[in-house]
């Protein structure tokens, strides 16, 4: 799977909208973009993936850049209950025949939401 | 509908004894994990059940042991317990998203382990 880069820790201001930025540069044509979070001392919690087309769910949307190298995940307003550590993953959807099931987790970017 | 459970929740063991951390999902999920997460670190994945009847080693194995006992359990085990083991275990249960051929993982709320 293709390695990630995040910046360590961002600030948000409660209610204004979050970036969250992940560098993907080796990223396969067969490699979904995944987000996860994990808020303090709880199970990491799926937030979306994407291809290569932009997504949008009920927690964020995912902007792809249309070479795939890079993504941003955006919490449109975020809240204090958004403070958390965000990691993006890309990883072979099993769909594609790949046989690597695990979810590679860097040290992801610690997002604090102030109020 | 529980999702993933896991028992215990902490745990304190000394050097040697052995343990068995249990995990369960009511999802009919075929596929199944277990993480530990060390402190200010990603998790890393230790087994995984890709079916019931099937186990293969993830990236840190050694010193574990795991049965996947029906389709909902899937259980790690400790059989002599060291303080490099201490840490927060995950168990997650992955739903195949057939349409889109991609899948997204459940976790556990973690046990705490503490090896003295």
């Known amino acids: 799977d293709a390695k990630t880069t995040q910046p360590p820790s961002m600030d948000c201001a409660e209610g204004r909208a979050a970036n969250l930025p992940c560098n993907h540069s080796t990223i396969s044509g067969n490699e979904y973009v995944y987000w996860y979070r994990q808020i303090h001392s709880q199970g990491p919690q799926y937030i979306i993936h994407g291809l290569k087309n932009n997504e949008t769910n009920e927690m964020a949307s995912l902007i792809i850049t249309e070479d795939r190298k890079s993504s941003t995940l955006i919490l449109p307003h975020a809240t204090l209950r958004d403070t958390a550590v965000y990691y993006c993953i890309v990883r072979v959807s099993r769909g594609s025949g790949g046989s690597n099931y695990k979810l590679t987790f860097g040290k992801g970017t610690l997002l604090t939401v102030n109020p | 509908n529980a999702g993933v459970t896991q028992t215990p929740k902490f745990q304190v063991l000394k050097t040697g004894q052995s343990m068995t951390l249990q995990c369960a999902q009511d999802?009919?999920?075929?596929?199944m994990y277990w993480y530990r997460q060390d402190p200010g670190m990603g998790l890393r994945l230790i087994y995984y059940?890709?079916?019931?009847?099937?186990?293969d080693k993830g990236e840190v194995p050694n010193g574990y042991n795991v049965s996947r006992l029906n389709k909902r359990e899937f259980s790690l085990r400790l059989e002599s317990a060291a303080p490099s083991q201490t840490s927060v275990y995950f168990c997650?249960?992955?739903?195949?998203?057939?349409?889109?051929?991609?899948?997204?993982?459940?976790f556990g709320p973690g046990t705490r382990l503490t090896v003295l």
């Open positions: 059940s890709a079916s019931e009847g099937t186990t």
């Open positions: 997650a249960s992955e739903a195949p998203q057939w349409g889109r051929a991609t899948d997204t993982q459940y």
């Open positions: 999802m009919n999920h075929n596929s």
